[in-house]
């Protein structure tokens, strides 16, 4: 036996001294595991700037999503018509001009459209409810909009809120019989999920909420057995289950969408967004899933970076191991806390 494992079995011998031991263990790695925070720092750091010299497709899209929405909610506004968003609308004609000097931008691009469609919606309300009588911003915007055009009602805002019709189906039951049906589950049949039905699943996703709909999230399904093999060993989660899952997704988020310091929590709380749209959309399609954290060393998160060719600005926000169950399904019963234990009413 090694002089460590010695050592140890000599402190279990007295509870107290073993006690004292272990605290003041978990303590300095506790204290000495804070250099994780500088791996978030940096990370974090260098990805969440924008600036004019940044000319990367995802980072001018993010902008200008960032700033065409101020404009798309201006535009829903309740209360008296007025000027607004110069500063956002004169941004978003910049960044497009930004983008178009960078690259040749593809104009079916949904972000370019929808940047399009809606200056022209904010230069139609301007026009059309004469908020403008001094010409500060009306002539710039006809200028820009007579070389940028887009469809005018796939992308122009508002749009109506889609109503829900009680009558018709009921929506509360089958929301919930949905979120009951959903479980995590840790076998999985060999049975494959068609790429259609994934590619169907992932469009369902992307209707979730994001900070300025910048929508960062960029998922990676893992299919090849050996890389995903890989992958889950770097995982601390799956064993005796990971590997019967025909597929692994990465989900990960797009740091570089976000513009500082005040937005380093977004990556995480836009990607365990979309990763519940994700799990619910499998389960609509009756196909399983098991979301695995990601509570890794920075070196495991450079190493599964590396495996997966994936850009230092994307933060993996959870792997998901996908397929379907087989028809009996063991499951943990895991009951949910009691309501007043959640629920605060003031
Ligand atoms: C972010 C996150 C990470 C998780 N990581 C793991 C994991 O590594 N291994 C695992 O078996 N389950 C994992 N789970 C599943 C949880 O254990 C499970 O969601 C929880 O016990 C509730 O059970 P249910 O999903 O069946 O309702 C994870 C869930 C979440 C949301």
Redesign the pocket.
């Known amino acids: 036996m090694s002089l460590k494992s010695n050592l140890k079995l000599a402190l279990q011998k007295s509870p107290l001294i073993w006690g004292v031991y272990y605290r003041t263990k978990t303590e300095i790695l506790r204290v000495v595991k804070l250099r994780y925070y500088l791996y978030d720092i940096s990370q974090n750091y260098k990805a969440m700037h924008w600036s004019v010299a940044k000319t990367k497709r995802s980072i001018i899209s993010a902008e200008l999503l960032f700033q065409y929405h101020k404009l798309e909610k201006g535009l829903v506004m309740p209360g008296p018509k007025r000027l607004f968003g110069l500063a956002p609308a004169r941004a978003t004609m910049a960044l497009i001009s930004k983008w178009q000097r960078t690259e040749i931008v593809d104009e079916k691009d949904a972000i370019y459209r929808g940047a399009v469609g809606t200056l022209q919606s904010y230069y139609d309300r301007i026009v059309d409810f004469k908020l403008d009588e001094n010409n500060v911003i009306t002539d710039e915007l006809s200028d820009f909009l007579a070389t940028h055009s887009c469809e005018r009602t796939a992308y122009n805002t508002p749009c109506q809120i889609m109503q829900l019709d009680a009558t018709e189906a009921n929506y509360s039951e089958q929301f919930s019989l949905l979120m009951n049906a959903?479980?995590?589950?840790?076998t999985f049949s060999d049975e494959p999920v068609a790429s259609d039905v994934i590619k169907n699943v992932v469009r369902i996703s992307q209707l979730s909420p994001s900070a300025c709909n910048r929508q960062p999230v960029k998922v990676t399904i893992v299919n090849d057995p050996e890389m995903k093999k890989k992958l889950l060993s770097h995982?601390?989660?799956?064993t005796g289950?990971?590997h019967l899952a025909p597929h692994i997704a990465v989900i990960t988020t797009d740091a570089s969408c976000f513009f500082g310091v005040t937005e380093r929590h977004e990556p995480y709380v836009d990607g365990?967004l979309f990763?519940?749209s994700f799990?619910l959309a499998l389960k609509s399609h009756n196909i399983s899933s098991?979301?695995?954290?990601?509570?890794v060393k920075p070196k495991t998160d450079k190493a599964a970076h590396k495996l997966l060719g994936l850009d230092p600005s994307l933060r993996i926000?959870?792997?998901i191991?996908i397929g379907y169950a087989p028809e009996k399904t063991p499951?943990?019963r895991?009951p949910?806390r009691d309501l007043d234990d959640v629920l605060n009413i003031i």
Do not use: E, K, T, Y
Request: hydrophobic share 40%; net charge positive.
């Open positions: 959903r479980r995590s589950v840790r995982q601390n989660g799956n289950f990971g365990g990763s519940m799990i098991c979301c695995l954290n990601w509570c926000i959870m792997l191991a499951v943990p895991s949910r």
